[in-house]
């Protein structure tokens, strides 16, 4: 399963521990990953290094054996960072499907974040999960970070719900980062992709956006 060899990369790798972890830094401290209450981040996917760019967000109390966080609903959130050269943008959800080669089944774009529910893939990653899953996408100092949201066959998380975790997931990612300048300088705001082609159209260029290279791919296991 291409999630159990991200997951034994990881393990191949200098690791900060097994105790799960309120947060942890990414992209060189400009991203710090946290999840809502009693969700830690999986110290096993988090490799020492600054450069690094993926992490894995779960139940406290399952990362734990139950020793630490209550009780809450089984999933899984990836959280993977890529830069932005020029201004960043947001896609459209149907992009995202697109960029993972999997039907779109639903999305919006809310706001700061654009959110895709996806039809099937989610039990390709997730052994016993359910094919429906939910991709997110939200620009935070000068990177785009990317979200992932897999949940066991049947669960709501696989349905509408899952497109509130991932808000809750964003808005504690930013509560917890830094505020760097460029998120305020002219023109740095992320903007939405063009709903008639999907993709997004820089306002100085007017030339076509995508997403970062390999955003999505959890096949690509943590690096040093």
């Given at each position: 399963?291409?999630?159990?060899?991200?997951?034994s990369?990881?393990?191949c790798?200098?690791?900060?521990?097994?105790a799960?972890?309120?947060?942890?830094?990414?992209?060189?401290?400009?991203?710090?990953?946290?999840?809502?209450?009693?969700?830690?981040?999986d110290p096993?996917?988090?490799?020492?290094?600054s450069?690094?760019?993926?992490?894995?967000?779960a139940?406290c109390?399952i990362l734990?054996?139950?020793e630490?966080?209550?009780?809450?609903?089984?999933?899984?959130?990836t959280v993977t960072?890529?830069?932005?050269?020029?201004?960043?943008?947001?896609?459209?959800?149907?992009l995202?499907?697109?960029?993972?080669?999997?039907?779109?089944?639903?999305?919006?774009n809310?706001?700061d974040i654009?959110?895709?529910?996806?039809g099937?893939?989610?039990?390709?990653?997730?052994?016993?999960?359910d094919?429906?899953?939910w991709?997110?996408?939200?620009?935070?100092?000068n990177?785009v970070?990317?979200?992932?949201?897999?949940?066991p066959e049947?669960s709501?998380?696989?349905?509408?719900?899952?497109?509130?975790?991932?808000?809750q997931?964003?808005?504690?990612i930013?509560?917890?980062?830094?505020?760097r300048a460029?998120d305020?300088?002219?023109?740095?705001?992320?903007?939405?992709?063009n709903p008639?082609?999907?993709?997004?159209?820089?306002?100085?260029?007017?030339?076509?956006?995508g997403l970062p290279?390999?955003?999505?791919d959890?096949?690509?296991g943590?690096?040093?």
């Amino acid at each position: 399963m291409i999630l159990v060899t991200a997951l034994s990369a990881a393990a191949c790798t200098e690791v900060v521990g097994d105790a799960p972890l309120k947060q942890a830094t990414l992209a060189g401290g400009d991203v710090v990953v946290a999840g809502p209450r009693n969700y830690c981040v999986d110290p096993q996917t988090l490799p020492r290094g600054s450069a690094r760019s993926f992490a894995m967000i779960a139940s406290c109390n399952i990362l734990s054996g139950g020793e630490r966080g209550d009780f809450v609903e089984p999933v899984l959130v990836t959280v993977t960072t890529g830069p932005f050269e020029g201004a960043p943008v947001l896609p459209s959800p149907r992009l995202l499907a697109e960029e993972v080669g999997h039907p779109y089944a639903g999305g919006e774009n809310g706001g700061d974040i654009t959110l895709a529910q996806l039809g099937a893939g989610g039990n390709e990653l997730l052994e016993g999960g359910d094919p429906r899953y939910w991709r997110a996408a939200f620009v935070l100092n000068n990177h785009v970070v990317g979200l992932a949201l897999y949940a066991p066959e049947g669960s709501r998380m696989a349905a509408g719900t899952g497109a509130q975790m991932l808000r809750q997931v964003r808005d504690s990612i930013v509560a917890a980062s830094p505020r760097r300048a460029q998120d305020s300088a002219p023109g740095a705001r992320a903007f939405l992709a063009n709903p008639s082609t999907g993709r997004a159209t820089g306002p100085a260029t007017g030339k076509q956006a995508g997403l970062p290279a390999r955003l999505f791919d959890e096949r690509i296991g943590p690096s040093d």
